[in-house]
Nanobody, 124 residues
Framework: HVQLVESGGGSVQAGGSLRLSCVAS????????MGWFRQAPGKEPEGVAC???????TYADSVKGRFAIFKDNAKNTLYLQMNSLKPEDTAMYYC???????????????????WGQGTQVTVS
C-alpha cells in the first residue's frame, strides 16, 4: 500500500517562497518515480516536477529556474522548493508516485498511479 502525505502549503505574496514536503511509503520512495503535479480550479492537472529512480529531475517549463525537487533519503521525504512564486502558481499541489512510467511522460500527463490528498498553495 502506497501512502503519500503532503504538507507545507499556504498563502504567500508574489515573489515569496514555500517548501512542500511529502512523506512517502518506503517502497514508493526507493523504487518509484516521484513528483508533483498541480491543479487549479477549472483547469486540467499540470505536471510540475519529477524525480526519476536514478535521481535525475525534470521540470515543467513554467517552473524551471524557480522550483526545485529533491529527496531526503533519511526521512523518506520528497520536497518541492518553490521560489519567486507567481499568482499563476496558485493551485492544489499533489505529491505523486509511479512504479513504471518515466518522468518526461509524467510531466506531460500527470498520469501517476498514486497521489496524496493535496496541499493548497495560494499566491497573491
Amino acid at each position: 500500500h502506497v501512502q503519500l502525505v503532503e504538507s507545507g502549503g499556504g498563502s504567500v505574496q508574489a515573489g515569496g517562497s514555500l517548501r512542500l514536503s511529502c512523506v512517502a511509503s518506503a517502497v514508493a520512495y526507493s523504487t518509484y518515480a516521484m513528483g508533483w503535479f498541480r491543479q487549479a480550479p477549472g483547469k486540467e492537472p499540470e505536471g510540475v516536477a519529477c524525480i526519476a529512480r536514478d535521481g535525475s529531475s525534470t521540470y515543467a517549463d513554467s517552473v524551471k529556474g524557480r522550483f526545485a525537487i529533491f529527496k531526503d533519503n533519511a526521512k523518506n521525504t520528497l520536497y518541492l522548493q518553490m521560489n519567486s512564486l507567481k499568482p499563476e502558481d496558485t493551485a492544489m499541489y499533489y505529491c505523486a508516485a509511479d512504479p513504471r512510467r518515466v518522468c518526461w511522460y509524467l510531466i506531460q500527463t500527470s498520469n501517476y498511479n498514486y497521489w496524496g490528498q493535496g496541499t493548497q498553495v495560494t499566491v497573491s
